[in-house]
């Protein structure tokens, strides 16, 4: 059973660089055909996707996010992460992680960790 | 970019009714077509994928239809546990977009 679970800080000063990391267990992230994104979910508004990446391929990113975003990817830890820059209030959101297939949307989520941007 | 968009935004209705989602793309994502279950405090559930398809362990009650830019998700009998958020969304070619969402309430 693949699992997947997010880490990283829940405060975040504006600014600063959102970072965190989604450890997959109970399989390879290195399995084809899956890709791995962030998801993210403010309250009271709808999910948004922020990117995803395969292993050795290139990431892709939302159009809106994608000057402040990088997603990558380290096998040898099973883990991938996201980073986020210039965060504002706006960036206040719980932030799940994600295993995804070109067949068949996304199967396996994390179970999300809220970042809250405030000083 | 392709844009997702759902109707209605909400909708209530009586346990054992049925209910209707429509989702609709901008432009041909053949059946490249996701619906997720999202309930507070949880992660989302995929329930449906290549548009039609049950995922594994999904009651029967959820169906999918649709291909090109008209979707549809059927739920034949409202159970009360249904009550949640349903999004749709494409997978076709990034950016993944997700559909805004259609909030269901039990009368």
């Known amino acids: 059973q693949v699992q997947l679970q997010e880490s990283g800080p829940g405060l975040v000063k504006p600014s600063q660089t959102l970072s965190l990391s989604c450890t997959v267990s109970?399989?390879?992230?290195?399995?084809?055909?899956?890709?791995w994104s962030w998801i993210r979910h403010p309250a009271g508004k709808g999910l948004e996707w922020i990117g995803r990446?395969?292993?050795?391929?290139?990431?892709n990113y939302s159009p809106s996010l994608k000057s402040r975003v990088t997603i990558s990817v380290d096998p040898s830890k099973n883990q991938f992460s996201l980073s986020l820059s210039s965060v504002t209030a706006a960036d206040t959101a719980l932030y799940y992680c994600?295993?995804?297939?070109?067949?068949?949307?996304?199967?396996?989520w994390g179970p999300g960790t809220l970042v809250t941007v405030s000083s | 970019d392709i844009q997702m968009t759902q109707s209605p935004s909400s909708l209530s209705a009586s346990v054992g009714d049925r209910v209707t989602i429509t989702c609709r793309a901008s432009?041909?994502?053949?059946?490249?077509l996701a619906w997720y279950q999202h309930k507070p405090g949880k992660a989302p559930k995929l329930l449906i994928y290549?548009?039609?398809t049950l995922q594994s362990g999904v009651p029967s009650r959820f169906s999918g239809t649709g291909s090109g830019t008209d979707f549809t998700l059927t739920i034949t009998s409202l159970q009360p546990e249904d009550v949640a958020t349903y999004y749709c969304?494409?997978?076709?070619?990034?950016?993944?977009?997700f559909g805004p969402g259609t909030e269901v309430s039990i009368k």
């Open positions: 290549v548009a039609s």
């Open positions: 969304q494409k997978y076709s070619n990034a950016p993944l977009t």
């Open positions: 994600a295993r995804g297939s070109s067949t068949g949307g996304f199967d396996y």
């Open positions: 990446i395969y292993v050795g391929g290139s990431p």
């Open positions: 432009q041909d994502i053949s059946k490249y």
């Open positions: 109970g399989g390879s992230i290195s399995t084809s055909p899956y890709y």
